[in-house]
């Protein structure tokens, strides 16, 4: 059975860092790109970040750039993303997704509330 | 880039057809064959219900199909049931720039 299962989420003042993890199972993990997805409070779908298998390529949302730093472990299974300089419009539940068709596998979910 | 702009909500009622546009500019959706379509249910991650435009995973019902015509991709849902209720999303693949842009969203109600 497929399972990503994230952690690391919290409540955090503005300004503040954090780092997030996803730990994959039941897939071979080492060979996907691997995403970060995020979900305001009452708010729709925004991509934040990908990665490729090998972390050779990087993409970033315009809004998270500069801020934001994905990286992954592939001999641990495990993805991450780096959060610092948290704003208020970071707060949002966090994904680990793979988005790779068909084989689309998601968590679900670790919350980020940026709040002081 | 912005995102895809979907209908706030839509609403049928059981057995009945809906569609849910999602729309850009000729230039985005027209561009690109890699379109996605999610539904998510309150409180869960989302599921992918349609990929590559028209292409259902294994295990999603026949009654979902997809399609794009010029600037915009549509979600067709047929015989709706009540468990059709939840927010869709379109998600397009760039694989540049906006790597992954989804959709505003669109609330499905079954009266």
């Known amino acids: 059975e497929v399972q990503l299962v994230e952690s690391g989420g919290g409540l955090v003042k503005p300004g503040g860092s954090l780092r997030l993890s996803c730990v994959a199972s039941g897939f071979t993990f080492s060979t996907y790109s691997m995403n970060w997805v995020r979900q305001a409070p009452g708010k729709g779908l925004e991509w934040v970040s990908s990665l490729s298998s090998s972390s050779s390529y990087i993409y970033y949302a315009d809004s998270v750039k500069g801020r934001f730093a994905i990286s992954r472990d592939n001999a641990k299974n495990s993805l991450y993303l780096q959060i610092n300089g948290l704003r208020a419009e970071d707060t949002a539940v966090y994904y680990c997704?793979?988005?790779?068709?068909?084989?689309?596998?998601w968590g679900q979910g670790t919350l980020v509330t940026v709040s002081s | 880039q912005s995102a895809l702009t979907q209908p706030a909500s839509v609403s049928g009622s059981p057995g009945q057809s809906i569609t849910i546009s999602c729309t850009g500019t000729s230039s985005v959706v027209g561009a690109y064959k890699y379109v996605s379509w999610y539904q998510q249910h309150p409180g869960k991650a989302p599921k992918l219900m349609i990929y590559?435009?028209?292409d259902r995973p294994s295990g999603v019902s026949n009654r979902f199909s997809g399609s794009k015509s010029g600037g915009t991709a549509s979600l067709t849902i047929s015989g709706l049931q009540a468990e059709d209720e939840a927010d869709y999303y379109c998600?397009?693949?760039?694989?540049?720039?906006?790597?992954?842009?989804f959709g505003t969203g669109t609330k499905v109600t079954v009266l």
């Open positions: 998600c397009l693949y760039t694989g540049i720039s906006t790597y992954y842009l």
């Open positions: 590559d435009v028209s």
């Open positions: 997704a793979s988005l790779t068709t068909p084989f689309d596998y």
